[in-house]
Structure formats: C-alpha cells, structure tokens
C-alpha cells in the first residue's frame, strides 16, 4: 500500500493541458504502469497495442487532458458528455492531488456532474 504523501510533500500539476501527440510515447508507458500497479496485474497486451486503443477507441470518443508538472507528464483524463473512460496518475505520483484535479475538471464539464456526483456523495 503506497503511504499517504505528508501535507509538505503534496503537490498538484502545474497544468491540465489538452492532449499533445509528441506526449504519446510518455503517455503509453505510464498508463500501463499505473494500471499494473493499481490493479496488480501484468498487461499480457503489447504496448503498441495499447497505443493503437487509445489512438483509434479513446480519442476519438474523449477529450483528453493531461496532468503535467513542470515538464514531466504525471497523469491523463479522458472523459466524455456521458462519463470518465480513462484517469490514470503515475505511479510516484499518486495520493498528491492530481487524481482529484484530473476528475475536477470531468466532473465540471459534464451535466451528469449535477445529478450522479450529489446522488454519490449521499450514497445513493
């Protein structure tokens, strides 16, 4: 279980930018290694499968942000009028805020923000 970052050490991104494809070969790499850690398995698929998902199934459906700290990529939302495909943090840099500002930005763009996130909160 990663420990939770102390108040000093939290950090949000610098910036949630729209995607960039010169990031793609950064974005891959992490989404994978976010996705094996968070889910604790090994993705048998080959990583220029994964690229082609997100170029030909995600981005076509989704607009996409990414978390960016200063030059590093630290995480990537992709998320429609109707929900949140994909939020992935990278693994160091999770439990820091950028989960939450990631989803911020889903939830505040999406009119299912005012009708399922309140029904959530309360527990249904």
């Known amino acids: 279980m990663t ?10 991104p610098d910036a949630l930018v729209d995607y ?10 992490m989404w994978r290694a976010s996705f094996e850690q968070g889910v604790g398995i090994v993705d048998p698929h080959p990583l220029a499968e994964q690229r082609d998902y ?20 630290v995480g990537f939302v992709a998320a429609n009028h109707e929900s ?23 939830k505040s763009r999406n009119p299912w923000e005012r009708t399922c996130w309140p029904a959530c909160k309360r527990g249904r």
């Open 84 to 106: 949140v495909a994909q939020l992935y943090v990278r693994v160091g840099c999770q439990r820091q805020g950028v989960g939450s500002r990631m989803l911020d930005w889903a």
């Open 20 to 29: 960039d494809p010169a990031r793609l070969d950064d974005l891959v790499p």
């Open 54 to 73: 997100f170029l030909t199934r995600v981005l076509p459906r989704c607009d996409v942000k990414l978390a960016v700290r200063g030059d590093e990529l």
């Open 3 to 12: 420990p939770i970052a102390s108040p000093e050490a939290r950090a949000t």
